[in-house]
Antibody
């Protein structure tokens, strides 16, 4: 059974870079037709798609975050990562990683990790 | 890239049916049959309920169903149960090769 688990610091200072890793277990990160994505949810608010990566390394980003986001994949290590630079308090959110297809929906999801941006 | 439009809240009594709408444009919802729906309980990760407009993953109750008309997709929950009280989100693939969520709808079971 495929499982995803986010890891990374829970506190980041303003203007610094948020870095998270999603560890994939129980399946291959190299499967065709799947994208490995990041979704965030500010406290009390809705879901926002951040971006995703295909195992070949091709990336797609939310236009509103594109200038600050980098997603990378390490297929040999079965994990993919998110970097969001120049963070502000508005980037405080629960960050989820998830597998998704073009049409197949987001499933499974990681449990989510709260990242707070504060000095 | 604006979020897909969902009603902020809906409510229903146990046993009743409710419908949640999700409105987009011809560049997302209306352009593809790639709408999915999610249920999120407080403090939990979202759970996939419907994909490709009307398909249910294995293990999802057949009380949940989906449909689409033009630029609007619908999630129908029949035989409402107390455990259905949650926030529901729609999502669509877009012509820009991005994915877009709705703002979420809070379902209250009266």
């Amino acid at each position: 059974q495929l499982q995803l688990q986010e890891s990374g610091p829970g506190l980041v200072k303003p203007s610094e870079t948020l870095s998270l890793t999603c560890i994939v277990s129980g399946g291959s990160i190299s499967g065709i037709n799947y994208y490995w994505g990041w979704v965030r949810q500010p406290p009390g608010k809705g879901l926002e798609w951040i971006g995703c990566i295909y195992f070949t390394g091709t990336t797609y980003y939310n236009p509103s975050l594109k200038s600050r986001v980098t997603i990378s994949v390490a297929t040999s290590k079965s994990h993919f990562s998110l970097k969001l630079n120049s963070v502000t308090a508005a980037d405080t959110a629960v960050y989820y990683c998830a597998r998704h297809g073009v049409s197949w929906g987001f499933d499974p999801w990681g449990q989510g990790t709260l990242v707070t941006v504060s000095s | 890239q604006s979020a897909l439009t969902q009603p902020a809240s809906v409510s229903g009594s146990p046993g009743q049916s409710i419908t949640i709408s999700c409105t987009g444009t011809s560049s997302d919802v209306g352009g593809y049959n790639y709408v999915s729906w999610y249920q999120q309980h407080p403090g939990k990760a979202p759970k996939l309920l419907i994909y490709e407009v009307s398909n249910r993953p294995s293990g999802v109750s057949n009380r949940f169903s989906g449909s689409q008309s033009g630029n609007t997709a619908f999630l129908i929950i029949s035989g409402l149960q107390a455990e259905d009280e949650a926030v529901y989100y729609c999502n669509s693939y877009t012509s820009s090769t991005t994915w877009l969520f709705g703002g979420g709808t809070r379902l209250t079971v009266l």
